[in-house]
């Protein structure tokens, strides 16, 4: 072509303006603009706020390249999408199947925050009390405070008190999923450098994922408004 040359070997190109300038590009250097979108499971359908019709106006107004969901791949490719969670299945899923937005699964097993719950005596009160106080907090929250600092500082804080009455096995199980959807948002961006990408995970993840995708050279970290 001319004007233009590419070096497949490297990622890199040179593009000339009628061969007056040249510019360099390496897309081995580009970065991916990522943002995550807390979710809450089914109080999507009670909340006042951030209901499931909100969630689909946000996710249908970013309209991203990629939207990575929580859901595992082998339970999306043979087309389960009915054991997907709420937000997914009634809000998430319908937008991305009306657009050009393509779903990529990045979920390393099916299970919620609460799932992980003791099954009775002191640990699973002290848990379910927890349980009861967050979504009170969220039943009235928008879809900004969700997503912004204060929130997260208090979804933390919740979160790390109720991770401290699960068993020892349970938090460990907790961690190694989070880490491989981690691993799964990152590889899909990097097989696609450059997409804007919008991560959708229950709140209670969020904060986990936003404070390692910050970390990453080869990502543009933003608030889901400023994607």
Excluded at 7 to 31: I, P
Excluded at 168 to 190: D, G, T, Y
């Amino acid at each position: 072509m001319t004007g233009e040359s590419a070096q497949a070997e490297t990622g890199s190109f040179t593009l000339s303006t009628h061969g007056k300038r040249k510019y360099s590009l390496n897309v081995n250097d580009m970065k991916n603009r990522i943002a995550t979108l807390g979710t809450m499971s089914d109080l999507h359908a009670e909340a006042t706020a951030y209901d499931l019709q909100t969630l689909a106006q946000i996710a249908a107004g970013l309209a991203p390249d990629l939207l990575c969901l929580e859901v595992a791949r082998a339970a999306w490719e043979a087309g389960e999408v009915g054991r997907a969670s709420l937000p997914i299945r009634a809000a998430l899923a319908p937008v991305a199947d009306r657009s050009d937005i393509v779903i990529i699964p990045v979920a390393a097993g099916p299970r919620d925050h609460a799932d992980f719950t003791p099954a009775g005596g002191l640990r699973a009160a002290v848990t379910l009390t927890l349980e009861r106080l967050h979504r009170r907090v969220q039943r009235g929250a928008g879809a900004r405070t969700i997503n912004g600092p204060w929130y997260g500082a208090f979804c933390h804080t919740v979160c790390a008190l109720q991770e401290a009455a699960w068993t020892p096995a349970a938090r460990a199980a907790w961690q190694a999923e989070s880490a491989a959807m981690l691993a799964n948002v990152l590889a899909a961006v990097r097989r696609d450098p450059g997409r804007r990408t919008l991560v959708a995970a229950q709140c209670q993840r969020k904060h986990w994922l936003d404070t390692r995708l910050r970390r990453e050279s080869d990502v543009d970290f933003v608030d889901y408004w400023a994607l």
